[in-house]
């Protein structure tokens, strides 16, 4: 399976990696980075990859020495439905240059590499707006919509107050990710709301 | 073993602290009881206590902070004391004296003292009058704008309005000129009434960059108290603390002798008992000044605690229960360097947006001189309805700079998969050369928000193999997303949140973040 991966920091080119399709609990398999090659093991149990260089790619997996361990807190990803495209956060302790590995965060975007088509972005709903990466605004949060400032049709600037959804006694103002019209709001006040349902739709505020 | 002529000590709260409590009482001897909402059904608190009674209900209002529904479990449960832990009703005088008419101990200090304090500007006239520096401003509830313009004309500005019953960065002002005084006193009195149910409002000098360092205290019923030294809360974000030191690398060992002194001063002026907080707003380490008194054990207790040596939840139980201090203020000495940690779950790159949900996997770190302080394990799921925060790292070490190392090094071993938390903050603060010099105010994490955004992006520092690597993650973390494979015993197993997500449709399971079941 090949999957194209961006990391969201500056300067960040797009790689892509090869893994195969099945793997097997902490058994090695070959991974390929952009051409270069990587025997790795992945322990879902261990939360843990082992990864190594293959200097010889006529050598067996099980030859190769010098393997970088890569213990990982957390890794969580974002896809939504009829997006092709998932936002995957990390946090683990990558391989230093120099002394021990500290943890580190990282964010990245993924999706399936098919040759020949370049990186989109946007979801279902056509065509996003200029500056509008999704047209479909979603809750972040688990949490309840404590009040709605916008109606529809309403055209809002960036950063303007959208609504208000209050989960673990704090109150999260949701604004406007950039010069839009409000297509339609898809909660109401006092709403239970999950992390990923679906609050509102946007369009471009200009036809 | 128990000298304490407590039986049966019920806890008024959840999470961590009831956890932390209930662990002293099983040290004591004595048998513990634990409240519990319908969102904290599963919650480890219960788990570990010997007898639990159920509050009805979720939100908070009808649960932990129901005075009623507390007191019927006093009653029900035969409970002869009642430990508060901190935030819900352990400042609430009421609730102090509910608790004495139901004919049980409260664990803290007397009513009197917590409606005296309470009062933020009869608290601010106590210290004034004892000679504990004040931050210089308006000793009474200011009615126009006129009158805060005298003021002004002594301290100048900027000012900052508070609301006198006010907490919590809550229904404050700050004015930095004539022309807004008179709307922002009106803003300040509305905000007041509509928090804290009193309209009061006093002014005072707005300090614009401080430190904020407070003083732990303990005393006893019988006129003995100590002060156990400073943490330095400075590492704040909208008024919440993030990070707790001690000691305090603003202070030298006699500026730290001088304020614990004053603190011990003001604390007596209050006739205060048990363990309570005297908070300070630092200009410089010459410029210290009283801001508020806290009557109830802190968040950040265990670090002090682990440079002390002193267990302060079992003295806030002994002390309640009649006994003297064990100890006199020479005994108390300040032994190397401790750092608290407060993981949220919250996501600090999307500005720390709460992010309640499932933990399918969980592990602490350990070593020595690292204490974690959590009402987690493997599985929870961390409800949506109270405070985000779910652990506490705490570390210590001869010095900071060796603090330092070791908590960079227990965050690489922890492992909290399926929400985020703010240990990736702690992981970026703790490569910012100012909070490595010790050199940061309350006004830090606000100023150097870009610098932390960046790091919240991701720095990849060992090159290509680092890079790769990085990505092999991200590659592995989609490929889960599209290829559910066989069910683990986690899911076979199940929760009762794991059935739910899975009796929904296949679309909105999809929708949910989902986590790689590790």
Redesign the interface.
Known sequence: ?K?Q?I????GAKP?V?D?P?D?TDSAPFH?D?DG?K?V?R?S??A?S?V?S?VTDPAREPSDNPAE?S????????????GESE?T??????????SG?????????S???FIPGLSHTTGGPGGRPAKGMRNPVL?S????KVLNIQVAEGAIVDEGAPLLVIE????E?RIVAPAKVRIAAIKVKQGANV????ELMRFEAAEA | MATSRFKRVLVANRGEIAVRVIRCLKELGIQSVAVYSDADESSMHIRLADIAFRLPGRVSAETYLNIPAIVRAIKATGADAVHPGYGFLSENADFAEAVAAAGARFIGPTPESMRLMGDKIAAKNLMKKTGVPVVPGSDHPMESADEIKAIAGQTGYPLILKAAAGGGGRGMRVVRRDEDLGPALDACQREALAWFGNPAVFCERYIERPRHIEIQVLFDEHGNGVHLFERDCSVQRRHQKLVEESPSPFLDQSQREKLGETAVKAARAAGYTNAGTIEFICESPEKIYFMEMNTRIQVEHPVTETVTGVDLIRQQILVASGEKLPFSQKDIVLRGCAMELRIN???P???F?????RVP?L?FPAGGNIRVDSHMYPGYTIP?????MVAKLIVSAPTRAEVIARV??A???????????T??FH??L??HPAFLRGDVTTRFIEEEQGWFD?????????????E????????????????TGPA?PETARGTRAHDEATTRSR?AD?????????
């Not at chain 1, 999950?194 to 349902?197: K, Q, T, V, Y």
């Not at chain 2, 947006?353 to 949900?357: N, R, S, T, V």
């Not at chain 2, 949506?384 to 985000?388: A, K, L, V």
Request: net charge positive.
């Open positions: 399976m999957i991966i990391a969201e920091r500056k790689v990696v893994v399709d793997i991974v980075v270069r990587y790795a992945w879902q149990r939360s990859l990864i260089p970088y890569i213990p990982v807190r957390s890794m969580r990803t974002t896809r939504f439905p998932a995957c956060d990390i946090e683990c302790v990558l391989p230093a240059g021990p590995g500290r943890a580190t965060t990282l964010r990245a993924a999706q399936r979603r972040q949060i688990t949490g989960a673990m006694k704090m999260n999950s992390a990923g349902d | 779950a919250e996501d790159a999307r500005g947006a709460p992010a309640p949900g996997q592990v949506s309805e109270y405070d985000s960079q090094r965050l690489g071993e922890m492992q909290i998969a399926g929400v985020p938390t240990a990736k992981e970026a703790l490569r960046a790091m919240f992006a991701g720095s990849v520092e060992g090159g290509q193999i680092a790769d690597a990085a990505a092999i993650l991200a590659a592995l973390a989609f490929r889960a997303t599209t290829n683990t679309w999809a929708a949910r973040l989902e986590s790689m079941r590790r």
